[in-house]
């Protein structure tokens, strides 16, 4: 599936701009939003100022966080592609996509493969939790840690809601924008800027769902996100419509926002926390069944007319 235009402007300074826009837009000015909603809803400066980075403790925590969160990821993802496609680039969401909408089986099968690769992505974040560095790196590995458990503890603060309320705006911020906002970036721009430049789909793929994992700051997740940003990558490469990866990252962080909701509810006895530890057998099926799926779409994807096609 042809995912670039020769229309479009060079790959190596465009990434340079897409990545620099990203830091700007995502690290200073979603920075800054994330202050002044918190504010907005309550905390005061000295309050901010006082709380050593913890913002768990300021007046109506939650919502100022969520909220923030939420302008944040909306001004550093949406907006730097919105930044780089329709002003500098001057082109529209629509070229974004190669083919028209997918039918419905093919997001069906894209929920089935999610599903699947559950097992999977389980077992390989097994693997990157048991990490270990050798002696002289044991500063950095007590950093990275460190960063982990703060991450740790900041997730677990968005999640533990009991209201429905806090639930829908829980996955609107953490599944829609996110969903959004992250493929426009890493598979909308990135991967097809590195796809021009090399021509590689698999290359442009693969360092993209890297670039992706790397962004979250989160090296005891990097493996799974990966493996994530890879079937993401894979699902735009055979269908040619951004909004299916899209789709599928929606779905992802939504699912995995509603199990944590109907367990803190009651409804659903297991977490996440304790769905790692998974036997060999279900890690077995699970890349059994994804790979099959994938196949099955990626035949599916390929029996199907492109606009191309239907225009000839």
């Known amino acids: 599936m042809k995912l670039t235009d020769s229309r479009e402007n060079p790959a190596a300074s465009s990434l340079l701009i897409i990545i620099g826009l990203f830091l700007i ?11 002044v909603t918190i504010m907005a809803v309550g905390a005061s400066l000295s309050d901010i100022l006082g709380s050593n980075g913890d913002f768990s403790k300021l007046p109506n925590a939650w919502l100022g966080m ?30 974004l996509n190669f083919d028209r909408i997918p039918a419905l089986a093919v997001f069906g099968t894209v929920v089935l493969i999610e599903i699947a690769f559950m097992g999977f992505n389980g077992w390989l974040q097994e693997l ?19 960063m982990e458990d703060k991450l740790a503890e900041t997730t677990k603060f968005f999640t533990n809601f009991t209201s429905f309320w806090q639930f829908l705006l829980a996955f609107f911020v953490i599944a829609v924008i996110a969903g959004i906002g992250e493929e426009l970036i890493f598979r909308g721009l990135i991967m097809r800027k590195i796809l021009l430049g090399t021509g590689n789909p698999h290359i442009a793929i693969w360092v993209s769902a890297f670039i992706f994992a790397v962004i979250h700051f989160q090296f005891y997740g990097i493996l799974p996100r990966m493996m994530l940003g890879v079937l993401f ?24 926002v509603t199990i944590m909701y109907l367990h803190n509810i009651g409804i659903v006895k297991t977490d ?20 099959g799926l ?15 096609d239907s225009q000839q």
């Open 294 to 308: 994938m196949f099955l779409l990626k035949n599916y994807t390929n029996s199907q007319p492109t606009m191309v």
């Open 128 to 146: 990157n939790q048991a990490v270990s560095f050798p002696e002289s790196l044991k500063g950095l590995e007590a950093l990275l840690k460190g």
């Open 233 to 256: 990558g894979y699902f735009y490469l055979w269908t040619g419509n951004i909004r299916v990866p899209i789709f599928a990252h929606i779905f992802n962080n939504g699912l995995a």
């Open 66 to 95: 969520i909220l923030g969160q939420g302008f944040g990821s909306f001004f550093g993802f949406v907006g730097t592609a919105w930044l780089y496609w329709k002003i500098i680039e001057k082109k529209s969401w629509q070229d």
């Open 272 to 291: 996440l926390e304790s769905m790692d530890d998974v036997p060999m057998s279900i890690v077995a099926f699970s890349l059994i069944a994804t790979i």
């Open 25 to 35: 837009g995502f690290l200073f000015i979603g920075s800054i939003v994330q202050v």
